[in-house]
């Protein structure tokens, strides 16, 4: 089994699908994770999604945005006319990370150094991707994209990666899930599909 950490020099991958089969045979930076969610999308698509890592559903059924915070993803990327399906959409970290209370899995948010070992197969699949646009979905797909801690709330909109790909910086889709205010969670919703639909146009 090869280590999140893998970067192989004589095993350098040469599609997505040779990326893919790497970072699917790889064990977990930290040991707990069901399975390695793999990023979704068609190479060539015109604008990427990355988030932090796959939560519990994510796990389970071994694709990225499923669960509570994708399915909010996926109304808002509708409201915003970008098609799911046309998108690429992938995590900064593989693996699913949590801690047990119960019987219930509770997400833990990766370390800055998870962030970083995982760093270089967000990389290479965004090489092959090859997308006009990278939306960075909160704090920690910023870290993965930039290697620097930057506040969402100063940063929001468009943004510079100094990579081959326009950059676009918002928030994550479950912090719009843990506003305690239904009447403030209507607002940044509204301006989370905004933001959308602003990437969208930029990505166009
Ligand atoms: N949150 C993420 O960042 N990624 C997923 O795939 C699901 C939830």
Redesign the pocket.
Known sequence: PIRAVARMSQDEPDSLEALNAIIARSEPLVPGATQA?LGEGPVGARIAFV?????D??DQQG????????QL?SRALEEAGIDRREAY????VKHFKFTLRGKRRI?EKPTAGEVSHYRWWLDKELDFIAPKLVVA??A??VLALTGKQIPITRARGPAEFGRPFEGFITV???YLLRLPDEAAKTVAYQAFVDDLRRAHALAA
């Open positions: 969610v988030g932090e890592q796959p939560g559903q994510e694709r990225p945005f499923v669960g509570p915070a994708g993803l959409l992938t995590n900064a997400h979905l909160g920690t797909a994550h889709p479950s």
